[in-house]
């Protein structure tokens, strides 16, 4: 049997990671492709928890800069991450995957409540739990749910996934001489203000030494590389 380097970890999908080749809402190839990474690594038998975005149907500061409330343009954005949630709830579970989606906006007809002990006890069984509706605050980002519910449920890693394969100092994507960071502080992440998670979310990881990896979700078999302890991506380090 293959040797885990974790057992309980986080994902944290970003709402436009889901938009795939779209302009718009769920690219249901990228749902498919999380999803059968994911069931990957739960017949391995570790415990998945996962954080989803709302990104590819709502974002709420640019929504505010145009003059609606703050407040309720947060509000919106945390309804557009349980879409996205039952969008790969759905895929997970035609895969044969059980799941369980909990949000932080209390929505008993489509989704549990979080409950911090029930969460555990549903990843002690092997169901991949989705975590819902950011913090259920407005001003806190989807990094920063994904933060803390790790941190909640003893979660040893974050994963972030993206559309790249790290981090770095500019983007690859429009700049050829792109350097991409193999490892990296907090600290570093801090000081130097890179994307990484939102700084917020990266002082709580600094101040409780959660580490944190960026990669690639949309090539197969890297959420299980990096579980088995490969070197992809960017790992984010207290030291």
């Known amino acids: 049997m293959e040797e885990l380097k974790y057992n309980r970890v986080l994902l944290k999908i970003s709402g436009e990671a889901l938009l795939g080749d779209l302009d718009y809402g769920i690219d249901p190839k990228v749902t498919n492709n999380i999803s059968s990474q994911i069931k990957e690594v739960v017949e391995l038998g570790v415990e998945v928890a996962v954080v989803v975005g709302g990104g590819n149907f709502w974002r709420g500061i640019p929504a505010s800069s145009n003059g609606m409330d703050r407040t309720t343009a947060d509000y919106i954005g945390m309804l557009a991450t349980i879409m996205n ?38 990843l002690e069984k092997k169901r991949v739990v989705i975590f819902a509706g950011g913090t259920s605050n407005p001003y806190f980002t989807t990094d920063t749910a994904a933060a803390l519910r790790a941190l909640e449920i003893e979660a040893e ?11 770095y100092d500019k983007d690859p994507l429009k700049f050829k001489d792109a350097r991409k960071f193999v490892k990296l502080t907090f ?18 990881c600094m101040e409780n030494n959660l580490p944190i990896v960026v990669f690639d979700i949309t090539k197969p078999g890297n959420i299980k590389g990096v579980i088995m302890g490969k070197k992809i991506g960017t790992l984010v380090t207290k030291e």
């Open 187 to 204: 600290l570093d992440v801090l000081k130097k203000n890179i994307r990484v998670l939102d700084s917020t979310a990266t002082s709580l």
């Open 85 to 122: 949630a039952l969008g790969l709830q759905n895929a997970l579970e035609r895969m044969g995957i059980i799941t369980r989606v909990q949000t932080a906006i209390s929505m008993q007809e489509i989704a549990e409540p979080f409950i911090r002990r029930r969460a555990v006890r549903h």
């Open 157 to 167: 890693i974050i994963f972030k996934a993206t559309k790249v394969d790290g981090v």
